[in-house]
């Protein structure tokens, strides 16, 4: 997988992720830097999916303000993105908090959502578990009402048990 994306021929959704994950699974089995891998994970979500924005949030000391930590830009796949959210705040700070998937229809239904762009409708947010914390979180929206559904969150859930497992 280091010099190319095998692609699902369908646009089964299922059948996306169960070719992309195994390709995840060998990738990042072998690379010990988490950015890195990160990486490389938002640019095949992206290309698999085409989805208006992937990226990740990394939980890090926040040099800010009075909070002790806040989520932190990290990489990413599609435009211009905020790059602190803190505790609690917004999708990705609420998911944060919560330790659990957090699927948004249509973030103009979500309170406090924070719209680092007006482009994005709809979303989902997983976090990921290192020594029983929340250490990141995964974000993608998407350009399009209700996009995401059950097969997202256990597919996602499964890639952020790679990344887990890789950390």
């Known amino acids: 997988m280091a010099e190319h994306l095998v692609l699902a021929p369908s646009e089964n959704k299922t059948e996306r992720y169960e070719t992309l994950l195994p390709q995840i699974k060998a990738l990042t089995s072998g690379e010990k830097d988490t950015i890195a891998n990160l990486a490389n994970i938002a640019a095949a979500l ?3 999916f085409n989805f208006f924005w992937v990226g990740f949030y990394l939980v890090k000391e926040n040099t ?3 909070e002790k930590q806040e ?3 990290g990489p990413f796949q599609g ?3 905020c790059t602190r959210i803190g505790y609690g705040k917004g ?4 998911s944060w908090k919560e330790g659990r998937t957090i699927v948004v229809p249509n973030v103009n239904d979500f309170p406090g959502h924070i719209a680092c762009s007006t482009d994005s409708k709809s979303e989902i947010v997983l976090p990921a578990f290192k020594n029983g914390k929340v250490f990141l ?6 350009d399009r009402l209700n996009n995401f559904d059950e097969t997202d969150a256990s597919y996602l859930a499964q890639l952020m048990k790679i990344i887990e497992a890789a950390a």
């Open 137 to 142: 979180v995964l974000d993608v929206d998407s």
């Open 64 to 66: 800010k303000t009075d």
């Open 46 to 48: 992206k290309q698999t």
């Open 79 to 81: 435009p211009i993105a």
């Open 91 to 94: 999708v990705c700070g609420n």
């Open 71 to 73: 989520l932190v830009l």
